[in-house]
């Protein structure tokens, strides 16, 4: 049973950090691209950032350019999202997926709620 369980989420102040984590299990985590979306309140999920299954290509939205980076660690079968510089705008739950570099297998967290208060 494939399970991506997203933790590190909360509220906090503009311009403060987060940073979210993603941990995998029931997929072989290395085969697995991984990426970050989210869903504010009233609008439709869209792309946050990725990581390759390598390691060694990631790619992200413009909104978030220079202040988030993923990464992961193998060893812990973990994707993680790093958030610094946060904005009102950052606020709504996000969420892990993970899709297959060859299988093109689709799979999706639960979500985690990230607020920035003003």
């Known amino acids: 049973q494939v399970q991506l369980v997203e933790s590190g989420g909360g509220l906090v102040q503009a311009g403060g950090s987060l940073r979210l984590s993603c941990a995998a299990s029931?997929?072989?985590?290395?085969?697995?691209?991984m990426g970050w979306f989210r869903q504010a309140p009233g609008k439709e999920r869209e792309f946050v950032a990725r990581?390759?299954?390598?390691?060694?290509?990631?790619y992200y939205a413009d909104s978030v350019k220079g202040r988030f980076t993923v990464s992961r660690d193998y060893a812990k079968n973990t994707a993680y999202l790093q958030m610094k510089s946060l904005k009102p705008e950052d606020t709504a739950v996000y969420y892990c997926?993970?899709?297959?570099?060859?299988?093109?297998?689709?799979?999706w967290g639960q979500g985690t709620q990230v607020t920035v208060d003003e």
């Open positions: 997926n993970a899709v297959g570099t060859w299988s093109r297998q689709n799979y």
């Open positions: 029931g997929i072989i985590f290395s085969n697995y691209i």
């Open positions: 990581i390759l299954w390598s390691g060694d290509g990631t």
